[in-house]
């Protein structure tokens, strides 16, 4: 080996790794992108009132966009690994501020449907739960399981920073002022991405965390349209990916389906205003925050399977206890739902990336739980749009709330059936 060559591959080590930063965009990234996603629950009683559309048609346009948010991600993470993390999320926030930039001129709800329900789903999309584990799998050798756990809270801290503000503008001075904000945090994150964001440890001439060897990126193959669907047709044949795609349909209905579409139009029926009712899906991101992140930490030393047998379980009981809390209008009643069901909003993230990734392998492990993540969002799409229909059937919430408590009870059981085998890589128990 020359000198030259001695000299490229023995570099001083920098006391700050990049992929920190990149850790920091995408978390931004993220976070807008979900805070974004949570404004339609704001949306729905002004609309309601403005419009003349019915709670469950406002719903059934929700419901469409958080089906195409989860379906996009297994294409968004062959884009990712095609085009790289800068060009596609930035094409990615471009489409989504001028999709929001719009939707104050609306006037008809196929015009409410295309923006909110195509467009927003399908940019958000790319922007979702396969963006972060993409990233932790291409900068981090070691610590992916916190880096999960912490871009996956990004989603909390959104609908903590976003919701309470968001309802705040819609009560003093209406709906559209939300939107204005949400878009003006758009271009502020678009221009720190375009400038800062990176692709590869390579780009920086870095190693992943936690390696000593710095390789070039591997060139992504075959087609970015066909290949998540060969990949799909591969997991099709593991009852691994069933199991974990069933616990997950469950985790989506019992989450931003249910709690995070209908809380507030659910606690407007019991008196609760707006503001408030924001307040206690703010509280639930702060409790989600360090739930989500200590999550990850939990994946990196203990059985995934047995964290999400305990995770479904208490989510199960918080949704039984809710519409007890509703009914009784107590704050302390509500303050305890918000922290017991808040601690594990979405900490199932973290132990479901790291199954599907020992089942299915680094290189495809992003496309595979893109596809788990389109079963979350199936299930999240049937309850948004299902638990406002049952509302106006039924006049309330509480049956929707409790259904949603005994499937998590049947998440639980299916996530023990996962076992690991002696080389550490999940298969499915027979």
């Known amino acids: ?30 976070l807008v992108s979900a805070g974004i996603r949570s404004l339609p629950s704001v949306l729905i009683v002004p609309f309601q009132e403005d419009f003349g559309w019915s709670r469950a048609s406002i719903s059934s346009v929700i419901s469409v966009g958080i089906f195409l948010y989860g379906l996009v991600g297994p294409f968004s993470a062959a884009l990712l690994l095609k085009f790289g993390f800068r060009k596609v999320i930035v094409a990615s926030l471009a489409v989504l501020g001028l999709s929001l930039a719009v939707t104050p001129w609306i006037r008809s709800l196929w015009q409410f449907e295309l923006l909110w329900g195509i467009v927003s789903g399908l940019a958000t999309g790319m922007m979702a739960n396969v963006l972060g584990v993409t990233v932790s799998n291409q900068w981090f050798a070691k610590r992916k399981g916190l880096v999960v756990g912490l871009l996956t809270a990004s989603a909390a801290t959104g609908q903590l920073l976003f919701l309470p503000l968001y309802a705040k503008l819609t009560s003093d001075f209406g709906w559209k002022y939300a939107v204005y904000i949400a878009v003006i945090s758009i271009v502020l994150v678009l221009a720190a991405v375009a400038i800062w964001m990176r692709n590869h440890p390579h780009d920086v001439g870095a190693a992943p965390y936690g390696s000593d060897e710095m390789v070039k990126p591997t060139p992504f193959e075959g087609n970015i349209f066909l290949a998540p669907l060969q990949n799909l ?99 302390y009643m509500l303050f305890a739902f918000s922290v017991f069901y808040g601690l594990d909003w979405i900490a199932t993230v973290p132990p479901t990336a790291k199954l599907a990734g020992e089942a299915f392998g680094k290189e495809k492990s992003g496309m595979i739980f893109g596809w788990i993540v389109v079963a979350h969002q199936i299930g999240a799409s049937a309850a948004a749009y299902g638990a406002g229909a049952l509302r106006d059937w039924l006049g309330s919430y509480s049956q929707a709330f409790v259904v949603a408590g005994f499937l998590c009870f049947i998440a639980s059981v299916m996530a023990m059936q996962i076992r690991k085998s002696r080389a550490g890589r999940a298969g499915a128990a027979i």
């Not at 000198?3 to 990234?29: C, H, N």
């Not at 199991?243 to 139009?265: D, Q, V």
Request: aromatic share 16%; hydrophobic share 50%.
């Open 1 to 30: 080996m020359s000198m030259r060559d001695e000299q490229v591959q023995i570099r001083p080590k920098s006391r700050f790794y990049y992929g920190w930063i990149i850790v920091l965009l995408t978390f931004a990234t993220l």
């Open 233 to 331: 047709r591969q997991a099709l044949s593991s009852a691994t990916f069933w199991l974990l795609a069933g616990t997950f349909f469950f985790c989506g209905l019992s989450t931003n389906g249910l709690i995070g579409t209908h809380l507030i139009a659910a606690c407007g029926d019991h008196g609760i205003m707006e503001v408030a009712a924001a307040g206690l899906l703010a509280m639930m991101g702060v409790f989600d925050l360090f739930g989500t992140t200590i999550s990850g930490w939990l994946s990196d030393r203990f059985d995934s399977r047995k964290l999400l047998f305990v995770y479904y379980g208490f989510r199960g009981l918080s949704l039984l206890f809710l519409p007890y809390a509703l009914s009784s209008a107590s704050p």
